[in-house]
């Protein structure tokens, strides 16, 4: 669904739209349920605000051992997106850092698919693990610790402690 800037001009507009697993582009993660999102449109000036939220859950494979992680997400947001052309004619334009929020529209309108992509990505945590007692996998034989433990020495190391373990 698009949010379209004609009819912004003419009034707010409400919309929401639900994604099916599959129908958005996630390179780290899989969606395994559906995605509700739900929002407010305005224009105000050149800017479209949108505020909203959004409810999905996904999956991924935890960083330490691999295993699958998942992860609920629900996301609140309110955004401001400016028109691209702003940017094209004016060069010094710098976005200060507690704009962060801020992005950008190009023609007509907005596509709701790429909102809640973004939200999404935004919402999921720079690191995945199952748990934070999670025991990873071995470095020398690969087994999933969590599962059963090996036998594996630990890495060689010149520890400080070595020598006083011979006393
Ligand atoms: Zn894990
Ligand atoms: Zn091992």
Not at 38 to 61: F, K, P, W
Not at 98 to 109: H, K, R
Request: with cysteine; glycine share 6%.
């Amino acid at each position: 669904m698009r949010i379209s800037l004609a009819e912004l001009e003419l009034h707010r507009v409400q919309a929401s739209e639900t994604f099916a697993p599959g129908a958005l582009d996630f390179p780290e993660f899989r969606q395994t349920a559906p995605l509700n999102i739900n929002v407010n449109a305005e224009l105000l000036g050149t800017e479209i605000r949108i505020q909203g939220d959004l409810a999905t859950r996904l999956e991924a494979n935890c960083d330490r051992c691999l295993g699958p992680v998942e992860i609920p997400v629900k996301q609140h947001f309110d955004l401001f997106y400016r028109p691209m052309q702003t940017i094209a004619t004016e060069e010094d334009v710098e976005i200060p850092e507690d704009e962060m929020e801020v992005g950008f529209y190009t023609g007509d309108g907005i596509e709701l698919a790429d909102v809640a992509t973004e939200q999404v990505i935004l919402s999921v945590p720079m690191k995945v693990i199952c748990g934070e007692e999670c025991r990873g996998l071995c470095p020398v034989c690969g087994a999933n610790r969590n599962v059963k433990p090996c036998n594996c020495a630990p890495p060689q190391h010149d520890s400080p402690f070595a020598s006083l373990k011979k006393e």
